[in-house]
T-cell receptor, first 114, second 115 residues
Framework: GQQLNQSPQSMFIQEGEDVSMNCTSS?????WLWYKQEPGEGPVLLIA?????ELTSNGRLTAQFGITRKDSFLNISASIPSDVGIYFC??????????????FGQGTRLTINP | DADVTQTPRNRITKTGKRIMLECSQTKGHDRMYWYRQDPGLGLRLIYYSFDVKDINKGEISDGYSVSRQAQAKFSLSLESAIPNQTALYFCATSDFRGRGIATQYFGPGTRLLVL
């Protein structure tokens, strides 16, 4: 089945640093989503991207839908302790490849040293 | 109140037992999903339902069954639990309209341990 390659798998940073993570695929996606999961909770939607080249911000978070439609990145600026968690990318395939379902990346675990 | 609720939040059971995980939503969405999460593997789709009469298998449906009792309720059953079904289980919902098709909203999860 389709897969998303999310990297890095984990990050250990100092408070105040900027963070960057990305997802790539060999297939084209129509939608890219970024979720954050905190311990004991379900994933929470951060940003949704609907067309190639789209750049969207949500506070200190910025995400982009790659021009090739095969990748997306998420940046977090000036990290703070509450940014700790696991970040997942998810993509919605094109119609031919099963557009009714999402494909998830394996997650990036973010740890912040105060 | 949470839009997507799951019960129980934690469950310990023994091999061979039948258990049911329940999901309810107040978002008014037609589409509901069950996922399994294992460390390092992300979220994998077990079953999904686009309305009460529509049930579809996901990528890892073996050993599981589901029931869509109403638009707002979607249950996941393990007919005969086995230890490798120990995992975190999430229910999710999405709207069928326009861009809402892709955006899924998750419940808080059920942590299942099969001994």
């Amino acid at each position: 089945g389709q897969q998303l390659n999310q990297s890095p798998q984990s990050m250990f940073i100092q408070e105040g640093e900027d963070v960057s993570m990305n997802c790539t695929s060999s297939s084209i996606f129509n939608t890219w989503l970024w979720y954050k999961q905190e311990p004991g909770e379900g994933p929470v939607l951060l940003i949704a991207l609907y067309k190639a080249g789209e750049l969207t911000s949500n506070g200190r978070l910025t995400a982009q839908f790659g021009i090739t439609r095969k990748d997306s990145f998420l940046n977090i600026s000036a990290s703070i302790p509450s940014d700790v968690g696991i970040y997942f990318c998810a993509g919605r395939p094109t119609l031919r490849q099963g557009a009714q379902k999402l494909v998830f990346g394996q997650g990036t675990r973010l740890t912040i040293n105060p | 109140d949470a839009d997507v609720t799951q019960t129980p939040r934690n469950r310990i059971t023994k091999t061979g037992k039948r258990i049911m995980l329940e999901c309810s939503q107040t978002k008014g969405h037609d589409r509901m999903y069950w996922y399994r999460q294992d460390p390092g593997l992300g979220l994998r789709l077990i079953y999904y339902s686009f309305d009460v009469k529509d049930i579809n298998k996901g990528e890892i449906s073996d050993g599981y069954s589901v029931s869509r009792q109403a638009q707002a309720k979607f249950s996941l059953s393990l007919e005969s639990a086995i230890p490798n079904q120990t995992a975190l289980y999430f229910c999710a919902t999405s709207d069928f309209r326009g861009r809402g098709i892709a955006t899924q909203y998750f419940g808080p999860g059920t942590r299942l341990l099969v001994l």
